[in-house]
């Protein structure tokens, strides 16, 4: 049974930094692309970053360039988002989703999906 369990998330002040964790089960990590998404009441879900089975050219939303970071520890079943400089507008709750089908991130259409941990950014 495939399952991801986020955790890391919590309320910060603008400027600050956290750092997301996704721990899958279920399934070898080791081969499948996972991606970090984010949704905000009333507004579309987006994808915020995704990491291919090969750990080569994560994606990042534009506006998260430059201050998030993906990476994974396949030994630790584990994908984590390190988020810097965080700002009101990065407030969501963040789910981590894979396939487990493919490796690659350009054909991952996430069917699998954790919880959501929330991130408030606030003064």
């Known amino acids: 049974q495939v399952q991801l369990v986020e955790s890391g998330g919590n309320s910060v002040q603008p400027g600050g930094s956290l750092t997301l964790s996704c721990v899958v089960s279920?399934?070898?990590?080791?081969?499948?692309?996972v991606g970090w998404f984010r949704k905000v009441p009333g507004k579309r879900r987006e994808e915020v970053s995704c990491i291919s089975s090969s750990d080569r050219s994560p994606t990042y939303l534009d506006a998260v360039k430059g201050r998030f970071t993906i990476s994974r520890d396949n030994a630790k079943n584990t994908v984590y988002l390190q988020m810097n400089d965080l700002k009101p507008e990065d407030t969501a709750i963040y789910y981590c989703?894979?396939?487990?089908?493919?490796?690659?991130?350009?054909?991952?259409?996430?069917?699998?999906w954790g919880q959501g941990t929330r991130v408030i950014v606030s003064s």
């Open positions: 989703a894979t396939d487990a089908r493919t490796g690659l991130c350009d054909e991952m259409g996430p069917s699998y």
């Open positions: 279920g399934f070898t990590l080791d081969y499948y692309a």
